[in-house]
């Protein structure tokens, strides 16, 4: 089992940007797919963006296409949301998740953080 701890939540401006910290534990991390939930009130959790094990293949939902960006350092166990044009619909609770598997809504995850909150106003 994988021990998430993300960072970087916050109150962020409208049409900013702002990045994500996701801490891993374990020496499983450069082996496995991380990926960012979130879930805005009143709605279910969804997938923001998936990244591979080396970091070479991402996905992301459409509605952040060109605007987020998942990376990862495996040698820092680190996996890092940046968000930039952000809209007042990405005001969300945001989750960090290991051992990914699946695609789009058929997303699962295996381990997850505890998450942090961003809310996007002006």
């Known amino acids: 089992q994988v021990q998430l701890a993300e960072s970087g939540g916050g109150l962020v401006q409208l049409g900013g940007s702002h990045r994500l910290s996701c801490v891993a534990s374990?020496?499983?991390?450069?082996?496995?797919?991380m990926g960012w939930f979130r879930q805005a009130p009143g709605k279910e959790r969804e997938v923001v963006g998936t990244?591979?094990?080396?970091?070479?293949?991402?996905y992301y939902r459409d509605s952040v296409k060109g605007r987020f960006t998942i990376s990862r350092d495996n040698a820092k166990n680190t996996v890092y949301l940046q968000m930039s044009s952000l809209k007042r619909e990405d005001t969300a609770v945001y989750y960090c998740?290991?051992?990914?598997?699946?695609?789009?809504?058929?997303?699962?995850?295996?381990?997850w953080g505890q998450g942090t909150q961003v809310t996007v106003s002006s």
């Open positions: 998740a290991a051992g990914i598997r699946g695609y789009g809504s058929f997303t699962s995850a295996t381990s």
């Open positions: 374990g020496r499983t991390f450069s082996n496995i797919r």
């Open positions: 990244i591979s094990a080396t970091g070479e293949d991402a």
